[in-house]
């Protein structure tokens, strides 16, 4: 048989083998890769064309190497699932470098890491102040995690006692000028509603690149003139600002008025206003 039909033939198995394998493998980018994951990445790789080309002369010597690689990773995946020991051999542990604000300058030299490259990996964190920093820790990826002091994090709803809605996956409605029916059922909106939109931002859907909803029922185009700026909707903005001017008038009518019984009821309408604007906040200004 010619050279190159050998070749062929070899490439053309060893592909579906490679596909088999990349199937079954970690979901890992090479940045979340740990060492280890990375050795069996570049043998399975290295393999493949070596077999493929005949450089390892014996072709089923070199599929059983190759499947020895893309195997044993994944029993000892398993393994590290169960034991945290084996784990720790795989993958070795993780490295606390500053504990309580104070650095570890101990295990910055386990780890071989000089002065200059904490500081840069530290700005990269967002950390330019060590002092902010309560806690640090180098995980077994390589990649550092920084935790802030509590009084240089940033506030949160929750830390206000506000409460927020939870956000659903925004769903696209237009593309490349046609309507996505399925991400209008998805978002719980139909026809009569995009074209409604359309219509009120004055923009044809011909002229729309990309149309977007997203959980608060908000929709985004882009066009494909970027020179054209579509008009932001301000609906919810005037609902916010029109419930603010009826509270006022009602708090306002309750204090000109001479009538206690008026009075009382425009104040005790102004609080329920105030209430129900309250609540609705979150939603209307997002």
């Known amino acids: 048989m010619d050279t190159w039909l050998i070749v062929l033939f070899k490439s053309m198995i060893l592909f579906f083998i490679a596909i088999i394998i990349t199937r079954y493998m970690k979901r890992k980018t090479l940045v979340r890769a740990t060492p280890f994951d990375f050795i069996s990445y570049s043998v399975v790789a290295v393999l493949i064309p070596l077999i493929s080309l005949g450089i390892i002369s014996n072709f089923y010597f070199g599929i059983i190497t190759l499947l020895i690689w893309a195997i044993m ?91 927020v809605p939870q956000k659903s996956e925004p769903q696209a409605v237009i593309l490349d000028g046609n309507i996505l029916n399925e991400g209008l059922t998805n978002a719980g909106l139909n026809i009569g509603w995009l074209n409604t939109q359309l219509e009120t931002q004055g923009v044809p859907l011909e002229s729309v690149f990309l149309g977007q909803v997203d959980s608060s029922g908000d929709l985004y185009l882009d066009l494909f003139d970027d020179m054209i700026q579509v008009p932001k909707a301000q609906v919810k903005d005037m609902l916010y600002a029109s419930l603010l001017k009826c509270q006022s008038d009602l708090m306002s009518y309750s204090l000109d008025t001479d009538n206690e019984e008026a009075k009382n009821m425009y104040s005790k309408n102004a609080k329920k206003l105030e209430e129900l604007i309250n609540k609705l906040e979150p939603y209307l200004l997002r």
């Open 73 to 163: 990773p994944l029993v000892l995946d398993f393994a590290s699932m169960k034991s945290k020991t084996i784990y720790n051999l795989l993958h070795g542990k993780e490295r606390v470098l500053i504990k309580n604000g104070k650095i570890m300058e101990d295990n910055l030299s386990k780890e071989r890491i000089t002065g200059q490259e904490f500081l840069q990996i530290m700005r990269s964190k967002n950390a330019f102040n060590l002092a902010d920093v309560e806690f640090s820790l180098l995980e077994t990826n390589g990649d550092i995690n920084v935790s802030l002091k509590a009084d240089k994090k940033p506030v949160t709803s929750y830390d206000l006692g506000k409460k």
